[in-house]
């Protein structure tokens, strides 16, 4: 089992920057990527970014790409997602995602972000 705890979530005034931290910790040797989401109230949980845990491949979803960057330390076991020139639309809880290999997905408890306009 991957259990995941996650950190960083605040209030912060548009146009301002956030960093998010997810350590992973257990079956760590079996993560073969890691991520984020994140879910509005009265939305669906949507994909944010992605990052292979071998080669650090990212990928991000177009709203935002640009502002938004996912990074690994691998020995840390632990994802980190800085965020730049938030938006009040990037409101939403973050929740940190690990896929290992043999079984599924893994979560974390989720950290809220609140950008005032």
């Known amino acids: 089992q991957v259990q995941l705890v996650e950190s960083g979530g605040g209030l912060v005034q548009a146009g301002g920057s956030l960093r998010l931290s997810c350590a992973a910790s257990?079956?760590?040797?079996?993560?073969?990527?890691m991520g984020w989401f994140r879910q509005a109230p009265g939305k669906e949980r949507e994909f944010v970014a992605t990052i292979s845990w071998s080669g650090g491949s990212t990928s991000y979803a177009d709203s935002v790409k640009g502002r938004f960057a996912i990074s690994r330390v691998k020995f840390k076991n632990t994802v980190y997602l800085q965020m730049n020139s938030l938006k009040p639309e990037d409101t939403a809880v973050y929740y940190c995602?690990?896929?290992?290999?043999?079984?599924?997905?893994?979560w974390g408890q989720g950290t809220q972000v609140t950008v005032s306009s």
């Open positions: 995602n690990a896929k290992a290999i043999g079984r599924p997905d893994s």
């Open positions: 257990g079956r760590t040797f079996s993560i073969y990527s």
